[in-house]
């Protein structure tokens, strides 16, 4: 935990939390701080910075958050994913990743080697999403939620729905395949984003796309992408992918720079 | 399961392997292919490529694998690890990261901020990295194990063994950090690396790496790079950094030139 996460209701007037929960056992006995002591926390959608412990016992823990209200709100990620819906157990552990890395909004979607009985999972509920996301949040030092969308129909997914979603995004199929074959990375095509553009990508199910979901796909303005010549996993090919697209958002926004 | 893994013992004189185990019934009930199905297969250490089924009942599955005495041996990643040992639980499933991900060597390492019972787990034992490593190789399509080496001693590691042991190597501390600080990130600075040079760049454990081992780094020459700005969990900070040095290499062998 670098980042103590609090809902924005469990800041009083004063600006004053009490936590009983989890995270003031956390407080208590594994950062082992007491009253004047600092904390690094944040608002989920709001400001992250210091607040200062004013109260601690059995029950719980009171942390001064005032300077929670000033405090810098981090960016939300400039990149988007649309995933075969992952099996669910593989999916559990992804929410934490993808808050982790840092992705903007999650479109979870079927497709025609995603298994139906994943679309039945408790790891499809609100609560157990938002739990993991905060696991996510809280290791990587920020305040903001992915979205989290889910659609039963690829293809009015592709066709319809994504226009109005992802209006004027870079988008992206990620897939195998060694840059000789003349196919950019997801960093190089990447770089081609516009300065406030997001970037949207796709990564495929166990087995992968088939051949009508690609041209749905090229259909849909993806391009196609490499992220190396070995079959990743899914957690990994995410990784790698948003690894990837932050390192040339990064790039350009240094070099103030598009191609 | 995208290579049925197989050690070089369980092909005999003939060129035929006989199968009893979990990959058989994986053969029989996932792949349900029968006889004069062929199927992806490599040998640990060896080629990869097609195999062909010769039998298949309830016991077992014979493979004919001739073809694999003179198929492609995969190229080992040119990518090493110096890891603060992680805990146990993450450890375990980072073995099989690490090898989809493609890892020559990693150096597991202890650390100020690496607990001392993690050192007592049966993690550490041969076998379970192994069966981890060969379920990332499956998954990757890849035959080479990463070598994986055990140091009690962080200081004796850098100022000793590491000479010997990743001769001429470009070594990269991988941090937090924006660009903007003038750090590069670790694929720009594994841009550097010339054609058969080997890239070991250093994970540090949660909480990171203390101030002495740091400057033990520096005096071993590594040099600082970063991996963005998010506090990464070790499993993704290694899944950013393979992607990034790997992105590189492929980058330096497609043009032909390094810095």
Chains 1, 2 share one sequence.
Do not use: M
Not at 10 to 38: F, M, P, S
Not at 155 to 171: F, H, M, N, Q, Y
């Amino acid at each position: 935990v670098n980042l103590l996460l609090l809902e924005p209701a469990e800041i009083d007037a004063r600006g004053q939390a009490v936590l009983g929960d989890v995270r003031a056992k956390h407080v208590r006995d594994v950062l082992r701080v007491g009253i004047g002591a600092t904390l690094r926390a944040g608002v989920i959608g709001g400001g992250a910075g210091d607040v200062t412990v004013i109260g601690a016992d059995r029950d719980g823990v009171i942390l001064d958050c005032s300077a929670l209200r000033t405090a810098p709100v981090p960016a939300r990620s400039r990149v988007d994913l649309l995933l075969a819906l992952p099996r669910p157990k593989a999916l559990r552990r992804l929410y934490a990743s993808l808050a982790c890395l840092g992705v903007g909004r999650i479109l979870l979607s079927n497709a025609a080697r995603v298994e139906r009985y994943y679309f039945d999972s408790h790891v499809l509920e609100d609560g157990c999403a938002r739990r993991q996301f905060q696991k996510g949040l809280s290791q990587a030092g920020d305040t903001i939620l992915p979205e989290l969308l889910l659609f039963r129909s690829f293809r009015k997914l592709v066709e319809d729905e994504l226009a109005p979603l992802a209006p004027g995004s870079l988008r992206l199929l990620a897939d195998l395949g060694a840059p000789a074959t003349g196919r950019e990375s997801a960093r190089e095509a990447a770089l081609g984003a516009s300065p406030e553009q997001r970037v949207l990508v796709a990564i495929g199910p166990e087995g992968g796309w088939v051949d009508f979901e690609r041209a749905c796909f090229r259909e849909a303005g993806f391009v196609t992408v490499t992220l190396g010549t070995r079959i990743l996993s899914v957690d990994l090919a995410c990784a790698l992918a948003v690894g990837a697209v932050h390192e040339a958002l990064r790039e350009s926004a240094v070099s103030g720079v598009t191609r």
